[in-house]
């Protein structure tokens, strides 16, 4: 067997897999309660929060494509990849904990401290997440074992969801002592740290094995030509910015949903976890599925049933918990077989720039999931933000019937709407079982002959 075309261990794939359950130790905490944390425990508007998310997004234009530059152009002994976990998994901690941290300063001043720490968080997210990201497509060569890679890498990121919306209230509550401030400071401290460690041990368990052609020289030009040529990530990309918006709409507006509409703040979690369960359940289908019937018919379906779930999250009435539940259950369980295969396809995009244009960029293709993650996050999250003010929203009051209407589109109807839309893009996107097979068998070809 070709050494580029590797059967993962099972030590490895799981090395990888804890470090998306690092990342989301933080990123769970910022994707679900940070602007509530704004709002009702740091003291920034609605608006406020949403525009420092907006306006992060600028800067992430250019800090994403530069960070996958910067590592397709890395050579250590460790490779281009790895190196970025170690480097970058103290100072993402330490972000972590200040972005929870509420300093005694006046309203502009806390604006600007919120806005200071998140565009931080989020350029060192970009520096160990993008590079972490890549690591997976050049670990092996085979498409189908990255799908199987990719499918323990979102159990274990799922993992770490599971336990950060199941605890974080409760371990805040607890650190806190009825100091809220106080209890998401120090639960951030404790997550940071565990981070820190996960990040480590995928360092030492993961090894990079495929390289760009020897041949290959240094031109950030064509690479960005061959880039915007290549319209199969050129739709990924869009679909990540859509997917990503919707998710953060949807997961900013649970903690609303239950401390407004369902008079239940605690319940929230119990909700996030049954939720991720649904997600954890699912996600090893993604890997049999994609082999089955393709991995583009299985992300648009799955966007299309999975979004119809989320639109009917609107009717139950405030008592109707079990139908609530339910739908959750069914929208997470038929939404987690595409969760993998945004980050598969993606490697795919990759092996096809090399096997069309004779170049191959890693980071940078990567680049576009670390941007359209973050720019779906910061859009969606300007966008709950703006929406709350738009419907009238007021903290720690009872809501209004406008407002509680609002907060009830905002977890259902538009990121189902949203989530639906990713089947039209899929639809003109090209790379398919059948090419899958011929550029890995050209690739493989090219490399034994260098």
């Not at 050494?3 to 130790?25: C, N, P, Q, R, V």
């Not at 420092?52 to 992430?60: E, G, P």
């Not at 020289?217 to 679909?239: A, H, Y």
Request: glycine share 8%; with cysteine.
């Amino acid at each position: 067997m070709n050494k580029l075309i590797t059967k993962l261990s099972i030590k490895e794939k799981i090395g990888y897999g804890l470090g998306d359950t690092a990342s989301h130790f933080v990123w769970d905490m910022v994707g679900f309660w940070i602007l509530i944390f704004y709002t009702d425990t740091f003291g920034i508007s609605a608006a406020a929060a949403g525009t420092i998310m907006l306006i992060a997004r600028v800067w992430d234009m250019f800090s994403d494509p530069l960070m996958g530059i910067i590592a397709d152009r890395t050579n250590t002994r460790w490779g281009k990849f790895r190196p970025y976990l170690l480097w970058m998994a103290l100072p993402y901690s330490i972000l972590a904990v200040l972005t929870f941290t509420t300093p005694d300063f006046g309203p502009t001043g806390k604006v600007i401290y919120a806005g200071v720490t998140y565009f931080l968080l989020m350029t060192v997210f970009t520096a160990i997440n993008l590079p972490y990201s890549s690591l997976g497509a050049v670990m092996t060569s085979d498409s189908y074992e990255r799908a199987g890679l990719n499918s323990y890498r979102f159990i274990f990121a799922f993992a770490g969801q599971f336990i950060v919306t199941g605890t974080a209230l409760y371990l805040a509550g607890y650190f806190g002592q009825g100091d809220n401030a106080k209890g998401y400071q120090y639960t951030l401290m404790l997550f940071a740290t565990v981070s820190f460690i996960l990040f480590m041990i995928t360092f030492k368990t993961t090894r990079e094995r495929v390289k760009p052609p020897v041949a290959q020289e240094k031109n950030l030009k064509q690479d960005l030509r061959n880039l915007f040529k290549n319209r199969p990530w050129v739709i990924l990309f869009f679909v990540g910015i859509i997917s990503f918006v919707m998710f953060a709409i949807q997961n900013l507006s649970i903690a609303y949903y239950f401390k407004y509409y369902i008079a239940d703040e605690e319940s929230v979690q119990l909700f996030n976890v049954i939720g991720t369960v649904a997600l954890i359940i699912g996600i090893p289908f993604s890997k049999p599925l994609a082999k089955r019937f393709g991995k583009r018919n299985v992300y648009m379906a799955s966007s299309l049933i999975s979004g119809l779930f989320f639109i009917l999250l609107y009717l139950p009435g405030n008592e109707n918990i079990y139908s609530i539940y339910v739908l959750n259950i069914l929208a997470k369980f038929t939404y987690a077989p595409a969760v993998p295969l945004l980050w598969t396809m993606l490697a795919d995009t990759a092996d096809y720039s090399e096997w069309k244009y004779g170049r191959r960029a890693t980071g940078l293709v990567f680049s576009a999931a670390t941007f359209a993650q973050k720019a779906g996050w910061g859009i969606g999250g300007a966008l709950a933000g703006w929406l709350l003010v738009f419907y009238q929203f007021v903290p720690n009051v009872a809501q209004s019937a406008q407002s509680l209407n609002g907060i009830k589109m905002m977890i259902s109807v538009y990121p189902g709407l949203l989530y639906m839309s990713c089947a039209i893009l899929l639809f003109f996107y090209a790379i398919d079982h059948k090419t899958c097979l011929l550029m890995q068998n050209d690739l493989e070809k090219r490399r034994e002959n260098v």
